[in-house]
């Protein structure tokens, strides 16, 4: 995984993490309510939702830079005399024992709160309530002490002073964290009032534009089916009704249905055409598609009309990925396939695209004679949209490529730096094929659980993940071949007992099933939060990835699922151009980060037009006068610790009044 460039401070995500704070602080006593709270972080989304949480119960809140030594926190805190000390997880381990304080006092800023599974109450009105003190480095590497409430930020630098409307349609801010927290904090409040998303900064000013590239690129999001036959008495085709009407209220791109045949694993699915029927008559617009349709085992015009069909009881969303099959005993329809059933499959797509446009195709009828046929109903769509499935062979994705289909793959046990590899190959085929690369799709598959944290997201989902991987070994065999943890005893193992799970000696079998589920958890699947789920989304845009297929009924109960997809669908919105067509068109940058990238941000402003402006902080204006900051508004704190714009105009007074500048800055606390 590429390491983590950036933090979301998004009015979603702030008031989900807020409303769980408060109602962990609401269980204070009275007396540490008017002991205030004292916050140490790093990451400004969990800084700015505990800031709420307090403010929401008009508590004093105490920021302290976590750039500060640590003697020097301490006697912060000593000063403070606060007994709600809240330190970020990176933070954590260290400063816990350092700070030497009263057990208790100091608690997890990360992982302390538990989340709510409730609607996420408005915190707009906890703003009026701010009575926050940041203490911090400046710019220039001083203490200062800033007091802040709501009427420093109504009167401070305003979004639409640089942007106006603009900032309504979804322009994010990339804000950098080497800026001080009070710099910030105003970017923050505007963003979460407009309802807009900003981005704290992580990595070093070279990296920044590469970064921007990567966050506004476009992802599109699905949903996936592959669970097992349970026969527990439940309706399992009512849930998934019920979940792809909830996905498709939601606004994700499409559902995926797979086909397989005589076992209980994804035994619910031995026809997607009959489930996609019945989907198609729940749904307005989402997009239908088989996920896979085992073609071999199929008569292709039988193919072509069912999905005719669906098609037209979809009014024009039907998609169909072919895949060749790999169990044999699934090829009982026609035996005699199996052998060459990767050619059999490229065949029928050829083939099933002819009858769908139309064309006639010459067969025997009862009588042995040849005769003519066309497909009725007549499709919707003039051209039906091609996926084709592919586990990991190279071949595959060339074959693929040379037929202008998109491209259905997955993570299970694909090592991820040979997957860019197959998926350079494929866009290269379909070059030198006379298709277009960039109007070809390739979705990959990845199991799915989100949730407010982390931790619950795991915790919830450890156990039927684990069994779902049991109901299928040869997954074990396959991701214990490719994993980085696996070792010689594991692959030994699975060679000597191959896919009977009886011969396989339980210890060691439910070590298998652990190095799965961790695969799984860490490096192949969407487990988490919106936050950490990002770091994948990332990296398989950067293997040119446009779209993932996410896999959700793998155990987890109808109610957990539903409320999975709402955390998945707040993932979705960042990434999904159609509900975020802006992205990152703002930055708030230091002078001295502004001046490192300014070449960079002049060529990329020039070639895509991406980057609309931005602030440029300085410790003054003099400071700022000097810069080039052409196309950007340079912006200082004043004596009222408020951002205020710099103009040329007003340097002559500026130097005037510099030395007779007073007002909320707090000498000393």
């Known amino acids: 995984m590429k390491e983590k460039r950036y933090h979301i401070i998004a009015p979603d995500i702030v008031n989900s993490r807020a409303a769980a704070w408060l109602k962990e602080l609401q269980s204070l006593s009275d007396q540490q309510m008017r002991e205030g709270l004292v916050v140490i972080g790093s990451d400004d989304a969990e800084v700015l939702a505990i800031i709420l949480a307090g403010s929401q119960l008009e508590m004093t809140v105490h920021h302290l830079d976590h750039r500060y030594p640590t003697q020097q926190l301490a006697d912060f805190i000593g000063k403070i ?145 592959f669970g097992s036959y ?19 209220r939601q606004g994700f791109g499409a559902v995926w249905t797979p086909e397989r045949h005589f076992n209980e694993f994804g035994g619910l699915f031995p026809d997607p055409a009959v489930l996609s029927a019945a989907l198609a008559m729940n749904t307005e617009s989402i997009n239908i598609r088989s996920g896979s349709l085992v073609s071999p085992l199929h008569d292709s015009l039988r193919i072509a009309e069912n999905w005719s069909v669906v098609d ?84 595959t994705f060339i074959q693929a490529g040379k037929c202008g289909a998109n491209i259905l793959t997955h993570l299970l046990w694909q090592d991820k730096s040979e997957l860019i590899d197959k998926i350079a190959a494929y866009r ?17 598959m990845v199991h799915t659980y989100m949730a407010e944290t982390v931790e619950e997201a795991h915790e919830l989902v450890r156990k039927p993940l684990k069994e779902y991987i049991r109901s299928s070994v040869f997954l074990i065999e396959k991701m214990v071949s490719s994993t980085k943890s696996s070792n010689d005893k594991f692959r030994d193992a699975v060679g000597r007992y191959g896919n009977v799970v009886d011969n396989i000696p339980p210890a060691l079998l439910d070590e298998l099933l652990e190095i799965a589920v961790n695969r799984f958890l860490t490096e192949a699947g969407l487990f988490g939060n919106v936050d950490n789920t990002l770091s994948l989304i990332q990296t398989l845009k950067s293997f040119d990835v446009d779209e993932v297929a996410c896999l959700i009924d793998f155990g987890p109960s109808h109610e957990e699922i539903l409320r999975g997809l709402d955390q998945l669908n707040k993932l979705r919105k960042y ?94 606390f």
């Open 81 to 225: 005399a606060s007994s709600n000390v809240f330190v970020g997880a990176g933070l954590y381990d260290q400063l816990s024992e350092d700070l030497a304080l009263p057990q208790g006092t100091v608690r997890k800023l990360m992982q302390s709160a538990t989340a709510t599974t409730a609607p996420s109450p408005d915190f707009t009105e906890a703003w009026q309530h701010l009575d926050l003190y940041i203490h911090e480095l400046d710019l220039s590497g001083n203490d200062e002490t800033r007091h802040y409430q709501f009427s420093n930020l109504i009167h401070s630098w305003s979004y639409h002073e640089l942007a106006g409307e603009e900032m309504k349609k979804g322009r994010g801010f990339l804000v950098s964290a080497s800026l001080p927290f009070s710099h910030k904090l105003q970017t923050y409040y505007q963003s979460y009032e407009v309802g807009t998303t900003a981005y704290q900064y992580l990595g070093a000013p070279h990296e920044l534009t590469e970064a921007i590239n990567q966050m506004t690129h476009e992802m599109g999001f699905g949903i996936f089916f």
């Open 230 to 248: 349970v026969p527990d008495g439940s309706n399992p085709y009512q849930s998934i009704l019920d979940l792809v009407s909830h996905a498709d």
């Open 312 to 395: 037209n009881l979809s009014k024009g969303r039907v998609s169909v990925s072919f895949a060749a099959g790999w169990q044999c005993d699934d090829f009982i329809f026609y035996p005699d396939r199996y052998a060459e059933r990767d050619q059999v499959m490229f065949d029928q797509v050829n083939k099933v695209r002819e009858l769908w446009k139309g064309h006639e195709t010459e067969v025997r009828n009862g009588n042995d004679k040849n005769i003519k046929v066309r497909i009725y109903p007549e499709p919707i769509q003039d051209t039906l949209p091609v996926w084709v499935t592919v586990s990991g062979k190279t071949e």
């Open 428 to 444: 290269k085929s379909l070059a030198d094929n006379g298709h277009d690369p960039k109007k070809h799709t390739v979705t990959v």
């Open 575 to 668: 990434c999904d151009p159609s509900a975020n067509p802006a992205g990152i068109s703002y930055l708030q940058l230091s002078r001295e980060d502004y001046e490192a990238v300014k070449a960079q941000l002049d060529d990329s402003r020039e070639r895509d037009k991406r980057i609309l402006g931005g602030l440029v902080c300085g410790q003054d204006e003099t400071d700022l006068l000097a810069v080039d900051t052409t196309g950007f508004t340079g912006v200082y704190l004043n004596a009222n610790a408020q951002l205020e714009t710099v103009t040329k105009e007003s340097e002559k007074e500026f130097l005037a009044m510099k030395d007779m500048m007073s007002g909320e800055i707090v000498k000393e």
